[in-house]
């Protein structure tokens, strides 16, 4: 056992943010920066299991299941693909992202932009997936999801925020039908939805130390580069921010 120099030292062990731990210890390392510790850390999977689902479907709401139409998406280790996310998050993009913090409350914005949170990218995956699936329009997944949310999903965190946004969206679009003769297709309104999921989730995993895993981050990477900076404002003005979910819903 190393002995003690009579002050506290700090740590010195590597964080999150690719920083050095500052917590004072008489005989460092702190505990969570032993080797074993940093060890466990490494080769654990971030996410245990998926969200239990309801085995008695809520009456009203479209059920997730059904569109899914795959297994519940899983963690796939990707350091190529972290690197390339934190070289993509720029502070332009992350004042892009920022933009969607006028369109959820903030305890759901906590739980995807704050380090000391643990969202839940799986289940953001499988909404955006859920959201794009060809049976989405024809179900009327935008207005019910607004209104009623998943049926046979838990009210978690990653719930709400896909109730918001599609709250938000059909808003927009029924604002915008009184200076349109025709009636808007909701398929691509839904792909924004889906879209905006995605770009959550890379920013909870980039913030919280789970990009190598980001289920969300590998979905955009596979279907080409992640968007620019300019993108990403545009897409989050593309919602009725003023008119988002009533906190209490």
């Known amino acids: 056992m190393a002995r003690t120099t009579g002050r506290a030292l700090p740590c010195g062990g590597p964080t999150l943010h690719h920083g050095r731990c500052r917590r004072r210890r008489l005989v460092p390392p702190c505990r969570d920066h032993t080797p074993h510790a940093l060890a ?16 008695t479907p809520r009456r009203r709401g479209v059920p997730l299941l059904p569109l899914l139409g795959s297994p519940w998406p899983s963690p796939a280790h990707s350091a190529a693909g ?18 969607f913090a006028s369109l959820v409350p903030a305890a759901q914005w906590n739980r995807v932009a704050s380090p000391r949170s643990r969202a839940d990218c799986p289940a953001l995956e499988a909404l955006a997936r859920a959201c794009e699936s060809p049976r989405a329009v024809a179900v009327g997944a ?3 999801v607004a209104e009623h949310g998943f049926a046979d999903l838990p009210r978690t ?4 925020i ?14 915008r039908s009184f200076t349109r003769a025709d009636v808007e297709h909701p398929g691509p309104h839904l792909e924004d939805i889906a879209l905006s999921l995605r770009l959550l989730g890379v920013l909870a995993c980039l913030s919280q130390g789970r990009a ?12 080409g580069p992640l968007p620019a900076p300019c993108a990403v404002f545009s897409l989050a003005t593309r919602f009725a921010g003023s008119h988002g979910l009533d906190p209490t819903a």
């Open 82 to 99: 972290a690197e390339h996310a934190r070289h993509w998050m720029t502070p332009r993009t992350r004042a892009a992202l920022d933009c």
């Open 142 to 144: 935008l207005h019910r």
């Open 212 to 223: 190598p895993w980001c289920p969300c981050l590998h979905t955009l990477l596979r279907r």
């Open 40 to 55: 466990r850390r490494a080769a654990a999977q971030p996410w245990s299991a998926p969200p239990t689902v309801l085995r």
């Open 157 to 160: 965190h990653e719930h709400r």
């Open 162 to 175: 896909a109730r918001t946004l599609a709250h938000a969206k059909e808003v927009q679009v029924s604002t």
